[in-house]
C-alpha cells in the first residue's frame, strides 16, 4: 500500500470512507457484519478510516476499542457548521469533546472542518480555537473539508505554516476543478487534498459501459450516483461522450491488467497534491477490497494520460467551475 505523510502520521492513500453508514439509502447490514467487514479491511493495509457522521463515528469507536493496543487505525472526523455560530473557547471544546467520545479517543487523529456560510468570518476564530486545541494535545491533525481556493488560502495565511494539514474535496477525472486553483495553494502551503468521488458513486466502473443512461429516480440509483449522473449529464458533457471515456479506461486497464475503477483512481493518485483518495465503502453489503489495492504500484504511462486528454479536451470538465462554481461550492 502506498503512503504519505499527514501531519505526524505515516497514512496510506486509499481510505475507507463511512459516509454510507449515516443512512439506510445506500443500504445497511447488521452490525456485527459490519465489523466484521472492517476487520477485513484493516488485515488488508486499509487502515484509515474518514467520513465519520453520527453512528458512524461510534461504530468506528467501538471497533478501534475492540482492536488490540498494538493495532494502528486512523479516523478522520468531521466537524460540519451550517448555521451561523458565535465561536467561543467553550463552544468549540464541547464540540471536539463530544467527537472523542463518540469515538473513544484522547486525541482526535484528524478533525476536518467546514463551515458553510463564508459571509460570516467566524471559520478563521474557529480555527484559532481549534489550532490552540491541536497544540494542548486535542487533535493530531487538523484539516479542512469544502473549502475554495481563496479561503483556503486565507486560512493557511493566517494560521501559519504546518498547522492545516488537509483538504477533503471532491476530484475525478469528471470533476477536475482542484486543477484549476486548487492545486496552486496546496503547493503554496504544503497540504494535501483527501479525495472523495473518484469513481462518481461507482460510474466510473465496467457495470456502466455500454448500458444506457439510467433514470435519475431510480430506486437502483444511490443518492450519490444521483448526485455525479447530474454532473455527468447536465455539466460534464453527457452521457454518450461519458461511454467513451468508459471504453477508454477500459482499453487503457486491459493494457495493465487493471479495471476501469483502478484507473480512474490512479489517475487522480497521479497528481502530487493529492494525498489519499477516500472510497465509500458499503461495510457488509459491497467489497472491493482485492480490486482496489491493485492500483498501487504502478502508474500511468504518458500515451495513456494522452489518450484520455482526448476524451477529458472534449468535455465541459474545465468549465464546471464556472457553472458549479470552486471546489465545496455544491454545498453553499
Not at 470512507?17 to 447490514?29: D, E, M, P
Not at 467489497?287 to 495513456?304: A, I, K, P
Amino acid at each position: 500500500m502506498e503512503s504519505f505523510q499527514l501531519g505526524p502520521s505515516i497514512l496510506p492513500r486509499m481510505w475507507s470512507g463511512l459516509w454510507q453508514l449515516s443512512s439506510n439509502a445506500w443500504g445497511t447490514a447488521p452490525l456485527p457484519r459490519i465489523r466484521e467487514a472492517m476487520t477485513r479491511y484493516v488485515d488488508t493495509g486499509y487502515t484509515a478510516f474518514a467520513d465519520h457522521y453520527g453512528s458512524a463515528e461510534i461504530i468506528f469507536g467501538q471497533f478501534r476499542r475492540s482492536l488490540p493496543p498494538d493495532q494502528p487505525v486512523f479516523g478522520a472526523t468531521k466537524w460540519c457548521v451550517f448555521t451561523d455560530i458565535e465561536s467561543s473557547q467553550g463552544l468549540v471544546e464541547a464540540a471536539v469533546k463530544e467527537r472523542m467520545e463518540r469515538m473513544q479517543m484522547d486525541r482526535i487523529d484528524l478533525l476536518q472542518f467546514h463551515w458553510q456560510n463564508y459571509s460570516q468570518k467566524g471559520y478563521l476564530s474557529t480555527l484559532k480555537i481549534l489550532q490552540g486545541l491541536k497544540t494542548d494535545g486535542w487533535i493530531s491533525a487538523l484539516g479542512l473539508c469544502n473549502f475554495d481556493s481563496i479561503r483556503t488560502d486565507e486560512i493557511c495565511t493566517q494560521l501559519g505554516p504546518g498547522v492545516i494539514s488537509s483538504n477533503q474535496v471532491q476530484f475525478s477525472l469528471i470533476d477536475t476543478r482542484p486543477l484549476h486553483g486548487m492545486a496552486d495553494v496546496c503547493e503554496k502551503h504544503g497540504i494535501k487534498l483527501l479525495c472523495y468521488g473518484t469513481l462518481c458513486g461507482g460510474f466510473l466502473s465496467e457495470v456502466w459501459l455500454n448500458k444506457p443512461m439510467p433514470d435519475r429516480y431510480s430506486n437502483h440509483l444511490t443518492p450519490s450516483q444521483r448526485k455525479y449522473l447530474d454532473i455527468i449529464v447536465g455539466v460534464w458533457g453527457g452521457w454518450q461522450l461519458f461511454q467513451e471515456l468508459l471504453l477508454v479506461l477500459y482499453d487503457i486497464g486491459n493494457g495493465h491488467g487493471l479495471s476501469i475503477s483502478n484507473i480512474a483512481t490512479r489517475w487522480v493518485l497521479d497528481h502530487p497534491f493529492v494525498g489519499a483518495v477516500i472510497i465509500g465503502t458499503r461495510l457488509g453489503i459491497s467489497e472491493h477490497l482485492d480490486e482496489n489495492l491493485r492500483v498501487n504500484g504502478f502508474r500511468l504511462t504518458e500515451s495513456d494520460k494522452a489518450a484520455l486528454d482526448v476524451v477529458l479536451n472534449r468535455s465541459n470538465g474545465c468549465r464546471i467551475i464556472t457553472s458549479i462554481g470552486d471546489c465545496g461550492a455544491e454545498y453553499r
